[in-house]
């Protein structure tokens, strides 16, 4: 495995640092770029800085949506769970940056545009990091003309919301227009608005801001909005954040035309006194990051691309056009430079704090090997809350490799192997490696990596946990029944027949630990009520609501299989358990496939029937409901919080919703120890079988 230094922001540690962690591991559609400088926007990353080590109270203050959150987790879940999950959030490292230059060392199948050993910009929060290697979507990076200096193609990414900018205030050659704030930001918008041919004045306090302003070829400098001429400016760019109760609109909207514009650039809300707008019948525009494609994930992430006769300009063409104006010499960003620094001295720069007359660092990255750990280095100090370092080694029968280290893993499962006694957690991996950097700081002896075979090669790991996205879920599960892992598999076992049959294909000569994580059935609520229902058949109506979820969310996407798909087996095989029965048939009927709302219905070998009402909810409900009838007997599962058979509270979980995660590790790790499963375990086939049905009956 590779490691790299990263900047990163530890929230719950209240501190950044120049941190190991692992490579990136490629994606599909993307690139991974070695780079060679980035640059650092004073206004907008010095801000995170700030948020990042700011006390807890301060951070409800500036979030009060997650504390809405919190708040409604703490009344369903209990406090324990909700605990757990803040923790898992701020514990999570966060990158820093979105616009660099780097080399391509490794290309994703399918990448015609781009090359190894080629010259790129990159841009995007999230992809374009301060960070030795980044792993960054094709639409994000662009090749690098040879006219164009690394440091020059650093400032790509914030030149193309520059250009955007203009776009959105239509700005072109012989118009009027003001930038509100020269900042970086300011400055880069105003310098393009001047290759484009307008008559540029730049207000400012800052009088050093203001000479930069006056050097790149500003028209007019004012030191305040009432120092600039009023009611004659085409479109006005305000480039200086204002929140709260500001005046910024109001002082635009004083100095536009009649019929003017406004473009909000920075962080601006959008706060104006409804006369003054609509005397000038004023339009007040906002600009959305770099271009058409910033927030699509069929852009981002699937490297899908608009058609260019409906959109002209994205995010990609807006960089390519930056690059050509730097390469012609229109463009310069090397007059708003304030500091040049090397990568290792990067914590330190944000350390000092910010200067009022800072504009652009430049950050630079020397060329070293890749280095390889080895058996030595790469050892974290564990953070606050994880295992001491000096605890002596257990005899644990469970050496476990965690693959997939997101938001379930990390909130409800992780806590609970923290504590367990027979569970040494040796390694943990992500694609990006940084959630897997989180997850392993909490154990004594674990790995971060972002790549799978480094878990699937290792041979003291006996064990895995695959939680990753879905349609990875069955080439890892093979992967690691090929590498003799016993294997924990999230739900859905496989979204696909033909994954499906791939792992059929191991039922004949398996001898691993195979177990989905259908924790329901090991719930103490599931085995109570399974020893009191009567042996005759049952009708089944379990009732469960979801909050809904944008349409491009990844659960919501095609090629993940869809909500519906990713979560219904969960209730069907409670169902199966409770039955004690073989499942004969299953049947859905969708009402809106692409949000996953339907109702499924099964039939059992005993004559049991059951239903699953599957739909998304506004309201404030339960998330589920199971009632169960059968001759003389009534039962109701409410919520997993109370348990009533015919009448009668017989089982309440009074802290939390016991959904049975704790007993479905116990499980695991017994079967580990033994060989095989445990009696209330469905077999790899069974599993498979279930899938099947359920496959077949969506797409009938």
Excluded at 665 to 673: C, D, K, L, R
Aim: with cysteine.
């Amino acid at each position: 495995m590779t490691v790299m230094k990263a900047l990163l922001r530890f929230p719950g540690e209240r501190k950044i640092m120049l941190a190991d962690c692992p490579i990136p591991s490629l994606k599909p559609h993307s690139v991974l770029v070695r780079t060679s400088a980035t640059v650092i926007s004073p206004g907008t990353e010095f801000n995170q800085v700030k948020q990042t080590t700011a006390s807890l109270m301060a951070k409800a203050w500036q979030r009060p949506d997650l504390v809405a959150l919190t708040l409604k987790s703490l009344r369903s879940d209990g406090a324990r769970q909700t605990f757990d999950r803040v923790q898992n959030r701020l514990g999570r490292p966060l990158p820093m940056g979105y616009c660099g230059a780097g080399v391509v060392h490794a290309v994703a199948d399918g990448i015609a545009d781009l090359a190894c050993e080629q010259r790129v910009a990159i841009g995007g929060m999230d992809y374009a990091n301060h960070a030795e290697w980044n792993v960054v979507p094709k639409n994000f990076a662009c090749p690098v003309p040879d006219e164009v200096s690394d440091q020059k193609a650093a400032f790509t990414t914030l030149y193309a919301l520059a250009l955007h900018a203009l776009r959105q205030g239509g700005t072109g050659i012989g118009d009027q227009i003001a930038v509100l704030g020269a900042g970086l930001i300011g400055q880069l918008v105003a310098q393009t608005a001047l290759a484009a041919g307008a008559r540029t004045s730049v207000i400012e306090p800052n009088l050093i801001r203001r000479k930069t302003a006056k050097t790149i070829g500003a028209t007019g400098t004012y030191h305040a909005a009432q120092d600039a001429p009023g009611d004659q400016f085409d479109t006005v760019y305000i480039c200086a954040p204002a929140q709260g109760n500001h005046t910024l609109i109001d002082d635009a909207a004083r100095l536009c035309r009649d019929r003017g514009t406004i473009v909000c650039v920075g962080d601006v809300a959008p706060h104006g006194t409804r006369d003054i707008l609509y005397v000038k019948e004023i339009d007040l525009r906002q600009v959305r990051s770099y271009g058409p494609g910033r927030y699509d994930p069929a852009y981002e992430e699937a490297g899908q691309d608009y058609p260019e006769g409906h959109v002209r300009w994205t995010v990609n063409r807006y960089m390519k056009a930056a690059l050509d104006l730097m390469a012609d010499g229109r463009l310069d960003p090397l007059p708003l430079i304030t500091h040049d620094i090397m990568f290792d001295a990067i914590a330190d720069h944000f350390t000092r704090g910010a200067d009022a007359d800072d504009l652009a660092t430049v950050v630079h990255f020397a060329h070293s090997e890749i280095v390889q750990d080895n058996e030595n280095d790469f050892r974290l100090t564990p953070s606050s809350g994880s295992l001491p370092c000096n605890e002596p080694a257990r005899d644990r029968s469970v050496s476990l490799g965690l693959i997939g280290t997101g938001n379930y893993l990390g909130g409800s499962l992780l806590p609970l192997l923290r504590k367990h006694t027979r569970i040494d957690v040796l390694a943990c991996a992500s694609q990006s490696g940084l959630s897997a950097l989180a997850a392993a700081r909490k154990f004594r002896a674990a790995k971060p990596c972002s790549d799978v075979t480094d878990i699937m090669d290792n041979f003291e790991i006996n064990s895995v946990i695959i939680a990753t996205r879905h349609d990875s879920h069955a080439t890892l599960a093979d992967a690691a029944l090929t590498a003799g892992k016993h294997v924990w598999l999230e739900k859905p076992i496989a979204i696909t027949h033909d994954d499906l049959e791939r792992l059929r294909a191991r039922t004949a000569n398996q001898k691993s630990v195979f177990m989905i994580g259908h924790n329901r059935r090991y719930a103490a609520m599931s085995q109570k009520l399974r020893k009191l229902l009567p042996g005759d058949a049952k009708q089944f109506h379990y009732r469960v609501r979801f909050k809904p979820l944008s349409l491009d969310h990844w659960l919501n996407r095609p090629d993940q299989g869809g909500r519906a798909i990713g979560e219904i087996s969960h209730f069907i095989d409670l169902m199966t358990y409770l039955s004690g029965a073989k499942i004969s048939d299953i049947a859905c009927n969708w009402r809106d496939r692409k949000r996953g709302d339907s109702i499924w219905r099964v039939l059992f070998s005993d004559g049991s029937v059951g239903e699953v009402s599957y739909l998304h909810t506004t309201r404030n409900e339960p998330k589920e409901i199971l009632e169960i009838a059968a001759q003389d007997f009534g039962a109701t599962l409410h919520d997993w919080r109370r348990l009533q058979v015919n009448g009668k509270v017989v089982m309440r979980n009074w802290r939390a919703r016991g959904k049975g995660q704790k007993n479905a590790i116990n499980a695991f790790v017994t079967a580990v120890e033994n060989g095989l499963p445990g009696p209330d375990t469905p077999s790899l086939n069974d599993e498979i079988n279930l899938m099947e049905r359920i496959l077949a009956a969506a797409n009938t």
